[in-house]
């Protein structure tokens, strides 16, 4: 039996990942939540926006700049070593999948 493309379950995803980068302590838990709030971000394409809600993408954009301002703060506090390397490429990847989802947006309005 195949499964339809969910993006409820999608959006719950990414808030979840966007909840698990915030409330991190330590780089590597960031970095992985970081890591797996751009996958959410990534797959939105892979649905219709007929999909999504209008407030859906209002949504992704709030938890991305949240989640950017928690990586800035942390880098702020130690920018050294590789895994700030990583946080920082993470923010370019939000803002790069950011920028995809408004592309798809118009491509469908």
């Not at 409820?8 to 797996?36: F, P």
């Not at 939105?44 to 949504?59: E, M």
């Not at 949240?66 to 700030?84: H, Q």
């Amino acid at each position: 039996m195949a499964f339809a493309f969910v993006p409820k379950t999608l959006i719950e995803q990414a808030n979840a990942a966007a909840g698990d980068a915030l409330s991190a302590t330590k780089r590597r838990a960031l970095t992985v939540a970081v890591e797996q709030f751009v996958d959410c971000l990534k797959r939105v394409p892979d649905g219709t926006p007929a999909d999504l809600q209008p407030s859906d993408l209002d949504t992704l954009r709030a938890l991305a700049e949240d989640v950017i301002g928690k990586i800035e703060n942390d880098l702020e506090r130690d920018d050294s070593g590789g895994s700030a390397q990583d946080l920082a490429e993470g923010v370019y990847d939000i803002r790069a999948a950011l920028e995809e989802l408004d592309r798809w947006r118009r491509h469908y309005s």
